[in-house]
């Protein structure tokens, strides 16, 4: 009787024991690697290393969408928005401007409306055929926003943009698979200049470093600021402030 008494006596201590490592496996870790003692035993539970989440990663022709961290296929994006931010420089973003003024410089052409479509801008013609090629296209930009001007080449040639600071400032460009991405060194970032100089983009199905490829769809940004992200104002001093102000770049487009 004692023999059997002590069997059931273990088989208790065990039972518990077993039990309070389980319970201790389960609240003990809590998403926290490393070892727990349990109270009041030798015992020790070990919690598996948790690691963070990978960042998201998209497979070409996808793009991820910096608004929502989410990959999409080229040509699918929403409708200009200004909930669409840029992506930062010097830590700063800007929001897209949807609607505005361009004035064609020097044959004064000017057109009101929606600012996000290249070929609307210039002729309603497909890329590279687009007209006012050799003049200056001038965007008047609020302050704290960018412009952001879609086209999908499909066609062979190419369209470059140089900064002409006698109708406006230089301020940043970029071209980019989403609107808004800014920022050298962005997933979907393919070329991008901040202000200085004769700031220059080709970009060309053919050749060169901004690359494009026939049937997918690309934006072209413009924002009113120096390297810093401060905002530039076209014919006052640096550190003026203003509502708006006028970025111009010297356009050609031609086919190859």
């Known amino acids: 009787m004692k023999r059997i008494f002590s069997y059931l006596l273990l088989a208790l201590i065990a039972g518990f024991a077993f039990s309070t490592i389980t319970h201790a496996q389960v609240w003990s870790c809590n998403g926290v690697g490393g070892s727990y003692a349990i109270a009041g ?8 290393d948790v690691s963070p989440p990978s960042p998201t990663k998209c497979y070409p022709p ?15 994006n929403v409708p ?28 004064g052409i000017e057109y009101n409306g929606a600012l996000d479509d290249l070929s609307s801008l210039l002729g309603h013609k497909a ?14 930009i609020d302050s704290g926003y960018y412009v952001s001007l879609e086209f999908t080449p499909n066609a062979d040639g190419l369209i470059k943009f140089t900064a002409n600071t006698s109708y406006g400032t230089g301020g940043a460009i970029s071209l980019s698979t989403f609107p808004g991405g800014i920022t050298q060194g962005t997933y979907g970032v393919i070329c991008a200049q901040t202000s200085g100089g004769l700031n220059s983009i080709i970009a060309s199905t053919t050749s060169g470093s901004c ?11 413009f924002v009113s600021t120096d390297a810093n992200g401060d905002q530039l104002c076209f014919g006052q ?6 509502s708006q102000s006028r970025v111009a770049y010297a356009f050609t487009a031609r086919a190859q």
């Open 41 to 48: 035993t030798p015992l020790t539970v070990k919690c598996p």
């Open 80 to 107: 200009c928005d200004a909930s669409q931010t840029s992506t930062p420089i010097n830590g700063k973003t800007f929001a897209r401007q949807c609607s505005g003024r361009m004035v064609i410089y020097p044959s």
């Open 211 to 221: 690359r494009v490829s026939l049937g997918l769809k690309y934006y072209i940004n």
């Open 237 to 242: 001093p640096i550190g003026a402030t203003c």
């Open 127 to 140: 890329f590279p055929s687009y007209i006012y090629s050799g003049q200056t296209p001038t965007f008047y």
């Open 62 to 76: 996808e793009v991820l969408d910096p608004n929502t961290n989410t990959c999409k296929a080229p040509g699918l």
